[in-house]
C-alpha cells in the first residue's frame, strides 16, 4: 500500500518536535560541540516550518531559528513541554451549546484559552468562560485532552484540557478583545465558521445532553511520525 502524501501538518508537527529536542538538549548540554549540533538541527527545523507556509511568506528560517534558541533557559527550566490551554464545554437548560466568535480568526468555538500559573485548570475554566462570554460556570467533568499539533495548529504546541461545565448565572457579555461575538447555539443552528471544522460538535451536545461516553483523548499511532 502505498504512503499517503506528507502533509503541512506532518510537516509543523515534526518541525516543532525537532525544535523541542534540540532547545531541550540546549538547555542541559555543557559541550560546545553539542550546541553547535542542537543548533543546527534548529535551523534545519526552522526550513521545515518554513515549507509549511503557504499563507505569503509569514515565517523567515532564520528569525525562527533565532527565536528558538533565545527561548532556551538552562535544566529543568528550559526543558520543552507543549503549553497548556483549558476550554469549556458550557449547556442551557435549552440545550443550547455556549459558542464564541474568536476575536483574532473570527471563528467560532466554545471558551478556550492558555491556563494561568495559580490556577487549577477548573478554575482557569471558570475565569475563561466568565471573561470570554459574561456566564458563570460550575464545572462538572473533564471530557477531552487534545493535542493541538494533531489538528494542525499554526502557533505553539499545546495540550487542551476540556470540560463539560453547567451555567450557573452571569449574562451574555463579549470580551471586548478577546471576542467579536457570544451566543447560545442548537446542534441545527450552528454559527459559521467553525473552529476545526466542528469535529468537536458530537463530543459536545453529546455533553450537555447527559449521554455517556468516554473522555476524548489521541490515542498512540502506529508510527510517531507518519500516522
Known sequence: MPERP?????????SEALAGIARTGLAFTQSLYERERFEEILKVAADIRVAADHDGGRFDAEAVAAGWIDSVDAGVAGYVT???AVGAIVG??????????RGDSGVWLYPTGWADVGYSAAE???KE??????????????????????????GLPFYSLVFHCRA??????????ETR????????ALPSPLAGGGHWREMAFNAIRGRPFDVVFDLPRRSTWRS
Open 129 to 154: 468562560v466568565e471573561e470570554e462570554a459574561g456566564i458563570e460556570v460550575e464545572p462538572l467533568r473533564l471530557v477531552a485532552v487534545i493535542d493541538g499539533l494533531r489538528l494542525g495548529a499554526n
Open 6 to 14: 506528507v502533509t503541512d501538518v506532518d510537516l509543523i508537527r515534526w
Open 92 to 101: 442551557n437548560d435549552r440545550g443550547e451549546l455556549l459558542l464564541i466568535q
Open 124 to 126: 482557569v475554566v471558570v
Open 181 to 188: 461575538d457570544v451566543g447560545w447555539f442548537a446542534e441545527d
Open 168 to 177: 450557573v448565572g452571569g449574562d451574555l457579555r463579549p470580551h471586548p478583545l
Open 82 to 84: 507543549p503549553k497548556v
